[in-house]
Nanobody, 126 residues
Framework: QVRLVESGGGSVQPGGSLRLSCVAS????????IGWFRQAPGNDRTGVSCIDGSDGSTYYADSVKGRFTISRDNAKNTVYLQINGLKAEDTSVYYC???????????????????WGQGTQVTVSS
């Protein structure tokens, strides 16, 4: 059974940090691009960062460059998203997703996603 399970969300003050984790089961990261997406109420779901499970190439949305870092641990079948310098506008549900595609195609949603996780809430507020 294929699953993506996110964790690590929470409530933080502006300027704080979080590390989100996405644990994959039922498939190997080596065969997929894995990405992090976010969706705030009333907004579309958008890609923030994606990583190729095989070669480690990455893609970042312009809005998060310099603050978000994506990484992977293939031995643990896990992808991480380190978020620093959190801002109120980062408040969203964060989802991970997998697709056999390039990192740009995944992050920019150029085609259907193979697997979605259930999401983890990130709230940034003073």
């Amino acid at each position: 059974q294929v699953r993506l399970v996110e964790s690590g969300g929470g409530s933080v003050q502006p300027g704080g940090s979080l590390r989100l984790s996405c644990v994959a089961s039922g498939f190997s990261l080596d065969d997929y691009a894995i990405g992090w997406f976010r969706q705030a109420p009333g907004n579309d779901r958008t890609g923030v960062s994606c990583i190729d499970g095989s070669d480690g190439s990455t893609y970042y949305a312009d809005s998060v460059k310099g603050r978000f870092t994506i990484s992977r641990d293939n031995a643990k079948n896990t992808v991480y998203l380190q978020i620093n310098g959190l801002k109120a506008e980062d408040t969203s549900v964060y989802y991970c997703a997998a697709r056999r595609a390039t990192v740009q195609a995944l992050c920019q949603l150029w085609g259907p996603i193979d697997y979605w996780g259930q999401g983890t809430q990130v709230t940034v507020s003073s």
